[in-house]
């Protein structure tokens, strides 16, 4: 299904770096994303407030969540690839009860990039939400 590593993983290896170290490990998560097809990249599909065009697509097997996702921005797509490491092919429920702003916390995205390139995390985080939320009812 993917290819993403579990985020505890991706915060063990992030901790042993820094700085550019740091960046280049997102944009390397950011490529390891499933290709999403372009007929997805569509308005309804795109995340607001990202600097970045970022695009979102939800869908379920087996009652698990997984999501196609893509960014134009090689950061941004790593920082996309980091949210749903939290999330991806877990249960609806699973995810709807999860802090996912919390199990990103130790990333401090904040403090290592610029506010235009995590102003769109919490949208991107909403909609993660309501999806499971909305499947989990």
């Given at each position: 299904?993917?290819?993403?590593?579990?985020?505890?993983?991706?915060?063990?290896?992030?901790?042993?770096?820094?700085?550019?170290?740091?960046?280049?490990?997102?944009?390397?998560?950011?490529?390891?994303?499933?290709?999403?097809?372009?007929?997805?990249?569509?308005?309804?599909?795109?995340?607001?407030?990202?600097?970045?065009?970022?695009?979102?697509?939800?869908?379920?097997?087996?009652?698990?969540?997984h999501?196609?996702?893509?960014?134009?921005?090689?950061?941004?797509?790593?920082?996309?690839?980091?949210?749903?490491?939290?999330?991806?092919?877990?249960?609806?429920?699973?995810?709807?009860?999860?802090?996912?702003?919390?199990?990103?916390?130790?990333?401090?995205?904040?403090?290592?990039?610029?506010?235009?390139?995590?102003?769109?995390?919490?949208?991107?985080?909403?909609?993660?939400?309501?999806?499971?939320?909305?499947?989990?009812a």
């Open positions: 299904m993917t290819d993403l590593p579990p985020i505890q993983d991706i915060l063990d290896e992030y901790e042993l770096l820094d700085g550019e170290d740091r960046y280049r490990l997102l944009i390397d998560l950011g490529r390891k994303l499933e290709p999403m097809p372009d007929a997805l990249k569509t308005d309804a599909t795109k995340v607001r407030g990202c600097s970045a065009s970022v695009w979102v697509y939800p869908t379920t097997a087996d009652g698990r969540l999501f196609l996702a893509d960014s134009n921005a090689a950061i941004t797509k790593g920082i996309v690839a980091l949210v749903l490491s939290a999330v991806q092919d877990k249960s609806a429920e699973d995810v709807a009860s999860m802090d996912v702003a919390q199990a990103l916390a130790p990333f401090e995205l904040s403090k290592h990039l610029s506010a235009s390139r995590t102003q769109g995390v919490p949208n991107m985080i909403a909609l993660v939400r309501e999806t499971a939320q909305r499947l989990a």
